[in-house]
Nanobody, 124 residues
Framework: QVHLAESGGGLVQAGGSLRLSCAVS????????MGWFRQAPGKEREIVAA????????KYPDSVKGRFTISRDNAKNTVYLQMNSLNPADPAIYYC?????????????????WGQGTQVTVSS
C-alpha cells in the first residue's frame, strides 16, 4: 500500500512563498514520476508540476512557470513544491500524486496514488 502525506500548506500574503512537502511510504519512491496538482472550488483538478524519477526532468504549466519549483529527494522518499510570488489565482487544495511509469504525464488519470491534500490560501 502506497501512502502519500502532504504538509506545508497554510495562509500566506499575496507575493509570499510556501514550500509543500509530500512524504511517500510503502512503495518504491525512486521509480515513480511525481506530480503536484491543485483543485480550487468549482474547478477541475489541474497539474502544477511534475518531476521524473531521477529529478532530471520537470514540467510546469504556463500559469506557474517561473514561480513554482518541484524537486525530490529519493533518499528521503519526499517530493517538494516551492511556490513563490503567490497570487489570488493560486488558492486551492494541493495534492501530490505518484505515477508508476518512467515518463512524465499531465492528466490526472495517469497517476495511481494520491495524498489527501493540503490547503493553500492567499490573502490580498
Amino acid at each position: 500500500q502506497v501512502h502519500l502525506a502532504e504538509s506545508g500548506g497554510g495562509l500566506v500574503q499575496a507575493g509570499g512563498s510556501l514550500r509543500l512537502s509530500c512524504a511517500v511510504s510503502g512503495g518504491t519512491f525512486s521509480t515513480y514520476v511525481m506530480g503536484w496538482f491543485r483543485q480550487a472550488p468549482g474547478k477541475e483538478r489541474e497539474i502544477v508540476a511534475a518531476i521524473s524519477w531521477s529529478g532530471a526532468t520537470t514540467k510546469y504549466p504556463d500559469s506557474v512557470k517561473g514561480r513554482f519549483t518541484i524537486s525530490r529527494d529519493n533518499a528521503k522518499n519526499t517530493v517538494y513544491l516551492q511556490m513563490n510570488s503567490l497570487n489570488p489565482a493560486d488558492p486551492a487544495i494541493y495534492y501530490c500524486a505518484a505515477r508508476r511509469h518512467w515518463t512524465i504525464a499531465v492528466p490526472v488519470a495517469e497517476y495511481e496514488y494520491w495524498g489527501q491534500g493540503t490547503q493553500v490560501t492567499v490573502s490580498s
